[in-house]
């Protein structure tokens, strides 16, 4: 019997629910913990104030070398995980040619290793559109850090309204800089996640599940929230 020219004759319902469970899953994600309740904040919320309260703040804070070495951190953490992306693509486009490989890994695994090299690389390049999404954010966050510093320097070191005036707009800057940044690190959360896929349609269901729970409740009931929403007061 000639194997089906049809791609979606490989997969079955559960890999079809466990794909879109996963995609929707990571975009609802993303717009949830960017538009929360305003009643129970996400943590990246509640760190947007903080950058807007730091660069209200810059304007008077003498020297300056400070603030300089928070945007110098940030984005070599960027360009940390941006190499990091990078390598994970090579390391994937290998695998897609030379399938084998991972055909030998489920053999051994006694998962599904009989399976046409087409499911393989349909599963690879489900890993690969995370892990390049996640580079372009990253690199993304890099580059707005960098707009984010020039605008800094150009902050006068009076407390002129200018100054202020521009130091909201590096703000806000770098509250876009850190959004891309968190969306690059969900993509690296959800890649990971969609590795399970290769053991199988049910492993790949509990991934995902695993996923969502560990990003909801690090934006939502983590301890680093509580300790950003207690009283300043006291």
């Not at 703040?57 to 940030?74: A, C, K, M, N, Y």
């Not at 349909?122 to 707005?144: E, G, Q, T």
């Not at 995902?208 to 929403?229: A, G, K, N």
Request: charged share 15%; hydrophobic share 50%.
């Amino acid at each position: 019997m000639l194997p089906s020219l049809d791609p979606f004759y490989y997969f079955t319902p559960l890999d079809l629910a466990g794909v879109v469970l996963l995609v929707v899953s990571w975009l609802a994600c993303s717009w949830l913990i960017e538009h929360p309740p305003a009643r129970r904040p996400s943590v990246s919320v509640l760190m947007a104030r903080y950058r807007r309260h730091w660069m209200k703040h810059f304007v008077t804070r003498q020297p300056r070398i400070f603030d300089s070495s928070i945007i110098g951190s940030l984005r070599q953490s960027t360009a940390f995980f941006a190499s990091t992306s990078m390598i994970a693509i090579g390391g994937i486009f290998a695998l897609l040619g030379n399938p084998d490989r991972v055909r030998g890994v489920a053999d051994d695994l006694s998962v599904g290793g009989d399976a046409p090299t087409i499911v393989w690389e349909a599963k690879l390049l489900l890993i690969l559109a995370f892990a390049a999404n996640a580079f372009l954010k990253f690199v993304w966050s890099n580059r707005l850090f960098g707009y984010c510093s020039v605008m800094m320097g150009a902050v006068p070191n009076d407390e002129s309204t200018i100054a202020y005036t521009r130091a909201a707009k590096a703000a806000e800057i770098n509250i876009l800089a850190a959004r891309s940044y968190n969306r690059g690190l969900r993509s690296v959360y959800f890649g990971i996640g969609s590795t399970a896929w290769l053991l199988g349609s049910i492993p790949l269901l509990i991934a995902v599940v695993i996923t969502i729970s560990v990003i909801l409740r690090r934006e939502f009931t983590s301890q680093s929230r509580e300790v950003l929403l207690a009283s300043e007061d006291g």
